[in-house]
């Protein structure tokens, strides 16, 4: 099976999950993979339902962890910042880098390719943060809530691809929104700094968005810049998964992802102009 992610309102990892339950991923499934990372049961939940995204229906999957609210968030030194919806907060909480990660993924027996293709997506996101902060990619660390809210949405994205059956995933240009977003040390404009460094490393299509704010982040991106290749395939369609975003726009605030088979269409042959005349002798 191949997937098309089609992204008119931009790409979150709350997103990506919303796409894949509504595709027939259960939430039980979800829940299932992170119990397989052995982490708290007392740190997160997940949760699915439906809703109103203008006039369409569409899968809203809702991650919650502990000590605040889902946050994607790296650490210089003392000072964070916060990509996700715009909130800054100036708890002290632990912090996990790479490593960290990277052990806990490694830990659990997940299968090898889901562990695999996680560990790079961390990996592409913790290198492009380290390049537009000017630093490494070992002095990234995640605040613990951003780390585990990351680790949802990523481990969840690559093992509903899994258990799914979807071996090829295609992607559609994305909106490049405009604006600001708070974060702990200041302003940052949109795209956040480090969602244009992932976009711009793969060489991913923009166009402008349709209004302001945060459309793709950090996590969506680099979840879609390596899983995915930017083009649309031709392809025989099943059916159509549609996940929500949080935010409430003037246009449905979805991404959908459409499944089906590759199937090439050939192209009618081209007429020759040639002319046949028959004719025959006819005795009487």
């Known amino acids: 099976m191949i997937g098309y992610l089609d992204l008119p309102s ?20 979800l829940r299932a ?9 007392q740190d997160w939940s997940v949760d699915a339902r439906d ?12 991650v919650r962890v502990a000590e605040g609210p889902p946050a994607h968030q790296f650490v210089l030194g003392p000072q964070a910042h916060d990509h996700e919806h715009g ?3 100036g708890h002290h909480h632990p912090h996990r880098n790479l490593h960290d990660i990277r052990h806990i993924i ?31 990619v070992e002095q990234i660390h995640f ?17 509903g691809l899994h258990d799914l059956g979807i071996e090829k995933l295609y992607c559609s240009a994305l909106p490049a929104g405009h ?25 991913a299509p923009t166009y402008p968005a349709p209004g302001p704010g945060e459309l793709v982040t950090p996590t969506g991106a680099a979840i879609v810049c390596e899983l995915a290749q930017f083009a ?24 959908r992802l459409w499944l089906g088979v590759e199937h090439t269409v050939e192209p009618e042959p081209a007429s020759t102009g040639e002319i046949v005349q028959l004719e025959t002798n006819i005795d009487d």
């Not at 605040?143 to 093992?159: C, K, P, R, S, W």
């Open 10 to 29: 931009g790409i979150s990892g709350d997103m990506f999950l919303g796409c894949l339950i509504d595709a027939g991923w259960t939430i039980d499934q």
């Open 33 to 41: 993979t992170l119990r397989r990372l052995r982490l708290r049961s």
């Open 51 to 62: 809703v109103m995204k203008g006039s369409l229906r569409a899968t809203l999957v809702e």
């Open 87 to 89: 909130q800054g907060h």
């Open 106 to 136: 490694e830990a659990s027996d997940l299968p090898r390719v889901v562990k695999d293709r996680s560990i790079a997506i961390f990996t592409r996101l913790g290198h492009a943060e380290a390049k537009v902060h000017g630093t490494t």
């Open 143 to 159: 605040h613990e809530v951003g780390a585990l809210d990351a680790i949802v949405d990523i481990v969840g994205a690559v093992m």
């Open 179 to 203: 604006g600001w977003i708070d974060c702990a040390h200041g302003k940052m404009p949109l795209p956040a700094p480090a969602t244009l460094e992932l976009m711009s490393a793969v060489g």
């Open 232 to 255: 649309q395939p031709q392809m025989r369609l099943h059916r159509i998964a549609i996940g929500a975003g949080k935010k409430d726009f003037d246009w449905p605030n979805v991404a």
